[in-house]
């Protein structure tokens, strides 16, 4: 009954910016982390950036200083705010988030459809 859904994403040009949102919908008692990993061709999805209760965001090495990563709980949302975009960002991004649906659930990680960001001049 969880949904994640992405928007945000794009066609930009190298050194420029994106923002990309996602919003947890449905049946959801708590939200324990929420985060971003991407997708390239031919490539493993890999952890873009992510932040957990409590806790300072957790970036890849290849994004640090670019990109920052945020948290709105009355929201159930989380943001991701890229900046000086490469070539090599190009992927598909998949919000992922940690929710309990209820007291009684455990825990378990859920995935959005994905969204596009393409850098290319």
């Known amino acids: 009954q969880v949904q994640l859904v992405e928007s945000g994403g794009g066609l930009v040009q190298p050194g420029g910016s994106l923002r990309l949102s996602c919003a947890a919908s449905g049946r959801i008692f708590s939200i324990f982390a929420m985060g971003w990993y991407r997708q390239a061709p031919g490539k493993q999805r890999e952890l873009v950036a992510t932040v957990a209760n409590s806790q300072s965001p957790n970036y890849a090495d290849s994004v640090k200083g670019r990109f920052t990563v945020s948290r709105d709980n009355a929201k159930n949302t989380v943001y991701l705010q890229m900046n000086s975009l490469k070539p090599e960002d190009t992927a598909v991004y998949y919000c992922?988030?940690?929710?309990?649906?209820?007291?009684?659930?455990?825990?378990?990680?859920?995935w959005g459809q994905g969204t596009q960001v393409t850098v290319s001049s």
């Open positions: 992922y988030a940690e929710i309990m649906e209820s007291r009684w659930t455990n825990k378990g990680s859920y």
